[in-house]
């Protein structure tokens, strides 16, 4: 298995100033702040812009779901249901 220095990145939760560099094969990583992994935005700086990406991809889920939670002729226990299975799961992906 080989490391291809293209692809990889780094990324330090050194809070010290010090300048981490790493070479792989004779290249130097690219140093970055924040990367998506698993569908999940890792960054140097907390959870703040991952809580704010899913709130905003749940947001999106309630606004499609809009046209069945107002409509009447659908009991509010399915939509109650609904709710928990779709919008919810999006919310609390990957979290742990």
């Known amino acids: 298995m080989e490391i291809s220095a293209e692809k990889t990145k780094l990324m330090?939760?050194?809070t010290g100033g010090i300048n981490t560099e790493?070479?792989?094969n004779g290249q130097?990583?690219?140093t970055v702040t924040s990367?998506?992994?698993l569908g999940s935005v890792i960054t140097d700086e907390g959870s703040k812009p991952e809580l704010l990406c899913r709130i905003a991809q749940?947001?999106?889920a309630l606004t499609?779901?809009?046209p069945i939670?107002?409509?009447k002729s659908i009991s509010l226990s399915s939509k109650i249901r609904l709710m928990?299975?779709?919008d919810t799961s999006i919310f609390l992906y990957a979290c742990e």
Do not use: G, P, Q
């Open 22 to 24: 790493i070479k792989v």
């Open 84 to 86: 928990r299975s779709l």
């Open 35 to 37: 990367f998506e992994y």
């Open 64 to 66: 499609r779901l809009k």
């Open 58 to 60: 749940a947001t999106a």
């Open 69 to 71: 939670l107002i409509d």
């Open 28 to 30: 130097k990583l690219e």
């Open 12 to 14: 330090s939760n050194n």
